[in-house]
């Protein structure tokens, strides 16, 4: 825990993002892409790699200059949050008694619900699924068997088919010489209205914001999305589509099957993107067709390929005599 009143600043309770960083809290700059919002934040400590901040910190803020921001803040991290990821379960109860269900809800054999769970009007929730401590689940949605759901809020009529894992731990580790350490991911998952997750589709939990999936998107089988993310409303994601953590997706953005999404990519609105296309770091502008990988104009990425096929033929008939 680092002081109280350091130079005037309060002591720290918690830890957030730079963007949704008050007082109190400690943050972490991470260079490239983040100038906005540290001249934004409102954080009274941020963690900041040795040489890489030469500017001037925003008033109010002590920079903590550290050789990897990554592991000082898993460090700080497991130090405010040391149970993270240590669900506890009674072997006896099956439906926590703090758990409150509205009239007309279904479960199925099997289904646990863990405290604090809310579940709304109309649910119906299939066999062996499990709803960890504080999730709350709104009216008329149909939750398929062997589910899983932590960390997460869930609108109203959505749909999630079985073996569909939601607010799982995100994949984000601090790499050194030593091996890679986890880095604790404390945010949640938010999906909207009338939403469709296929079946074993996993959607991770923010690593200190929410992984938000908008209203009316529809997402296929087989579907991972990465921690942080925000999908826009209306979108379509086809099945084997891989997005990394911390990606914008706009809205009515289709993505074709077995897509692969770098992360830190912003897709703008009605952008769609051919099957197996490639998305690299950076922004995509939207009311775009793209395919390729990496994925360019669908109208240049057609050309490349006939230009390709055109150079192959006249090859063999060279070859060929």
Not at 15 to 42: P, V
Not at 100 to 121: F, I, K, N, T, Y
Not at 189 to 213: F, K, S, Y
Not at 281 to 310: C, F, H, S, T
């Amino acid at each position: 825990m680092l002081p109280a009143d350091v130079d005037g600043k309060s002591e720290v309770f918690d830890l957030a993002t730079l963007a949704g960083a008050g007082s109190g809290q400690i943050t972490f700059f991470a260079g490239k892409g983040a100038e906005r919002s540290l001249g934004d934040t409102q954080a009274n400590y941020c963690f900041v790699t040795a040489g890489t901040f030469t500017g001037d910190p925003p008033r109010r803020m002590v920079v903590l200059s550290c050789d990897s921001v990554q592991h000082a803040f898993a460090a700080a991290a497991r130090l405010f949050y040391p149970a993270h990821g240590h669900e506890p379960w009674n072997q006896e109860v099956s439906i926590h008694p703090s758990a409150r269900l509205g009239e007309g809800v279904s479960l199925a054999p099997g289904v646990v619900l863990g405290p604090g769970v809310e579940v709304g009007d109309g649910t119906r929730i299939g066999p062996n699924t499990v709803i960890g401590r504080g999730v709350a689940i709104g009216r008329g949605c149909e939750i398929g068997s062997n589910v899983s759901v932590g960390y997460a809020y869930l609108g109203d009529r959505i749909t999630v088919l079985p073996g569909a894992q939601i607010g799982q731990s995100g994949f984000g580790f601090a790499s050194s010489v030593r091996g890679h350490t986890k880095i604790p991911q404390l945010g949640r998952v938010i999906i909207q209205d009338d939403v469709e997750l296929g079946a074993c589709t996993t959607v991770d939990r923010g690593a200190l914001g929410d992984t938000v999936i908008g209203e009316g998107t529809k997402i296929d089988n087989l579907v991972q999305v990465g921690h942080n993310t925000h999908i826009g409303r209306h979108c379509v994601i086809v099945a084997q589509t891989g997005i990394s953590g911390s990606c914008e997706l706009g809205n009515f953005v289709v993505l074709g099957g077995q897509v692969g999404i770098a992360d830190h990519v912003r897709i703008g609105d009605g952008a769609r993107i051919a099957a197996r296309g490639g998305v690299t770091p950076g922004d995509l502008p939207g009311g775009e067709d793209y395919g390729g990988a990496p994925v360019r104009p669908v109208r240049q990425w057609r050309r490349e390929l006939a230009a390709i096929a055109l150079l192959a033929r006249r090859r063999n008939r060279d070859r060929n005599g």
